[in-house]
């Protein structure tokens, strides 16, 4: 069993900051990478950043490419994603997701564990 919790989400002004943080627990030994994916009404699933659990090696989507950043804390089973310069077009749900195996880690539909999600939404 695996559990992902989500936290840090909320209301900011446009150019405002963030930091999500996702927990996790359980059967942690089994992860290769982690990521967070949004998912807006009307857009679907949408990969936004993901950080390989050994090499710490990251991966972005290009519209949050130079604002966001990710990070991990291994110790604490715990992964971060700093979120600057927001615009109204990042307002969406967040999810923290992670998996086991090799493959395309900016793929979202290859990750096998999902946290809740967190609203961020950010006005104008």
């Known amino acids: 069993q695996v559990q992902l919790a989500e936290s840090g989400g909320g209301l900011v002004q446009a150019g405002g900051s963030l930091r999500l943080s996702c927990a996790a627990s359980g059967r942690t030994f089994s992860f290769r990478a982690m990521g967070w994916v949004r998912h807006a009404p009307g857009k679907g699933r949408e990969f936004v950043a993901a950080?390989?659990?050994?090499?710490?090696?990251?991966y972005y989507a290009d519209s949050v490419k130079g604002r966001f950043s990710i990070s991990r804390d291994n110790a604490k089973n715990t992964m971060y994603l700093q979120m600057n310069s927001l615009i109204p077009e990042d307002t969406t749900v967040y999810y923290c997701?992670?998996?086991?195996?090799?493959?395309?880690?900016?793929?979202?539909?290859?990750?096998?564990?999902w946290g809740q999600g967190t609203q961020v939404t950010v006005s104008s």
């Open positions: 997701a992670a998996r086991g195996g090799t493959g395309d880690y900016t793929k979202g539909s290859e990750y096998h564990y």
């Open positions: 950080i390989s659990w050994s090499s710490s090696r990251t």
